[in-house]
């Protein structure tokens, strides 16, 4: 069993920068890959970032080369750092975690979930 919480968004404007972290506690938490996902107004759920237990990061086309997953797994956290935020980057963030150290850009690949933290970028 594997608790997620999430912390970190609120509110930013365009370009500015946000940090969201995420820990994960519980028996199966250390070395499990790890993703952040989030969902817009009247969106679907869309995959962001992950990085494996070892530090493999895959992203989201939409996000290349303006977030950065990474982890310390000392701490069993995981952090996405935003830069250059737009609008289209408002949602609200989930932090998921799975019981294997493989990352996977598929939703229903994370057992264990965070309730969501709010980014909101306005112009």
């Known amino acids: 069993q594997v608790h997620v919480e999430e912390t970190g968004g609120g509110m930013a404007q365009v370009g500015d920068s946000l940090r969201l972290t995420c820990t994960a506690s519980g028996r199966d938490s250390r070395g499990a890959a790890m993703a952040w996902f989030r969902q817009a107004p009247g969106q679907e759920r869309d995959f962001v970032a992950t990085?494996?237990?070892?530090?493999?990061?895959y992203y989201a086309d939409s996000v290349k080369g303006r977030f950065t997953i990474t982890r310390d797994n000392t701490l069993n956290t995981v952090y996405l750092q935003m830069e250059r935020l737009v609008p289209g980057d408002t949602a609200i963030y989930y932090c998921?975690?799975?019981?294997?150290?493989?990352?996977?850009?598929?939703?229903?690949?994370?057992?264990?979930w965070g309730q969501g933290t709010q980014a909101t970028v306005s112009q």
């Open positions: 998921a975690a799975r019981a294997d150290p493989y990352a996977s850009v598929i939703e229903t690949d994370y057992e264990y």
């Open positions: 990085i494996s237990g070892s530090g493999i990061t």
